[in-house]
């Protein structure tokens, strides 16, 4: 797939197809027939098939038990079967400007669990990919701090207390192209850019004890050393809560995509603040009202005016399987599963619904369920080849329910493409096959 519909032409945003229309009209006419059909229950035995001759797969010896296989030297870092080649980040052309500029996608549809691999985690640059010598590398901390001071990744690294944290990271355009509708077919492309791994690091308040902030320091500026420049500014509060100096993903060094050799981490925030390849931070008394916090990473409303520093991620989730991507193929017993997530703090309930929101059930969490992290969702399910409106949301400690795409636009209209975090739909037809759509 290369994430576009039959012609991408016709759907850019805010644009649809006569196909699209008449999508429209049919699951309208399922939200209100119901779907009596696709039964649900909690432990569904899959029956073995009975073979009605011998199967080859089970007769015959295959060339793997026949011959010897690489030796250990063969693959040195390691990779995946060939048999997964399919599975890799994948982009989608018409939504940037440029390959240095530009985003690809973590293939939700093909994972489990709550890890994203690192050669998987979804990347966004502005100026491209940064190659850094860590021996070259610097951070410098000045501004309002007692002492202006430079680290170097060794130095970094002798500090004490050293952390190890699960979190999700989300660029606040992700499901940013669904805002005046259905457009990319596949969760990939709606909800893609998230990705949530294990981090290795230090406080960046350890860091700034270490220059001592003066007492009127209110804001911080994080700038990268890419050729983009990228600056944000962090209110200190946040910064002394749970921020990060990070240098390690997943139990190895940061990936160049991913900031190598140090970025800084804001746990639950929009991923524009997780500023990659992090060389300074200033301290200062307000905030910089820098290019990535005034004409970007601003939400837009209906009347024309905009809401600035919206930084945290609300809950939001997404059923992975089924997908387009990942459409059913079997009748009887299937697992559905999916994701969710808050920058709030803990996914506490996540339900589902096979028929347009008409009807919900309480999914099983499965896994480590931490703050600000993935967290994996399942539910059972006997299907008999009905069609259905697959969606789930997300509850979080706080309280927040996710909220339907209907009643996000009436309160921020259609204008914004940042932190779209309604509900998602996909229509199963009887064959399996499923597509992005709405409910009304």
């Keep these: ?92 052309e018409w939504l940037t400007a440029s390959r240095e500029s530009s985003v690809n996608f973590t293939p939700l549809h093909e994972l489990d669990g709550i890890i994203t691999p690192s050669g998987l985690c979804f990347e966004r640059h502005h100026g491209g990919i940064a190659e850094i010598d860590p021996a070259q590398h610097r951070l ?12 170097t990744l060794e130095d970094l690294k002798r500090f004490p207390n050293r952390m190890n944290r699960v979190y999700f990271l989300e660029c606040a355009a992700n499901s940013g192209m669904e805002w005046r509708g259905a457009q990319l077919n596949g969760c990939q492309y709606t909800h893609g850019m998230v990705h949530n791994v294990m981090y290795t690091g230090i406080s960046l308040k350890s860091v700034l004890d270490q220059a001592g902030i003066r007492p009127n320091a209110k804001w911080l500026l994080v700038e990268g050393a890419d050729s983009a420049g990228m600056t944000r500014s962090i209110p200190i509060e946040k910064a002394l809560k749970d921020c990060m100096v990070v240098w390690g993903m997943n139990g190895e060094a940061l990936r160049p995509e991913q900031g190598y050799p140090l970025r800084i981490v804001v746990p639950g925030w929009e991923g524009n603040m997780w500023v990659k390849w992090l060389r300074r931070i200033e301290v200062g008394d307000q905030p910089w009202q820098h290019r990535e916090e005034t004409s970007k990473y601003t939400d837009l409303l209906e009347n024309g005016t905009s809401r600035r520093f919206t930084f945290v991620m609300d809950a939001k989730s997404v059923v992975t399987n089924p997908s387009p ?96 975090n309604g509900i998602q739909t996909w229509f199963v037809h009887k064959n399996g096959e499923t597509e992005n759509v709405e409910v009304s």
């Design 1 to 92: 797939m290369d994430g576009k519909r039959s012609n991408p032409a016709k759907h850019r945003v805010g644009e649809s197809s006569a196909a699209d229309r008449k999508t429209m009209d049919r699951r309208r006419f399922l939200a209100g027939a119901g779907l009596a059909g696709a039964a649900v229950a909690g432990a569904i035995p899959v029956r073995a098939q009975t073979l009605a001759k011998p199967d080859p797969a089970i007769t015959e010896v295959p060339d793997w038990s026949r011959y010897l296989g690489d030796g250990v030297a063969a693959r040195p870092y390691g990779s995946p079967s060939s048999f997964e080649k399919h599975v890799v980040r994948r982009d989608v």
């Design 325 to 420: 991507q990942a459409p059913l193929k079997h009748k009887g017993p299937n697992v559905m599963t999916g994701l969710a997530w808050s920058g709030r703090g803990t996914v506490t309930r996540v339900d589902v619904s096979i028929d347009g929101g008409k009807n919900w059930h309480t999914a099983r969490l499965d896994g480590p369920v931490l703050p600000m992290s993935l967290t994996r969702f399942y539910f059972d399910i006997d299907w008999n080849g009905q069609e259905m409106l697959v969606q789930s949301r997300a509850f979080d400690s706080t309280g927040y329910v996710q909220p339907t795409k209907e009643e996000l636009r009436k309160i921020r209209g259609v204008n914004s493409i940042y932190h779209n």
């Design 140 to 151: 410098m901390i000045n501004g309002l701090v007692e002492k202006p001071m430079v680290f």
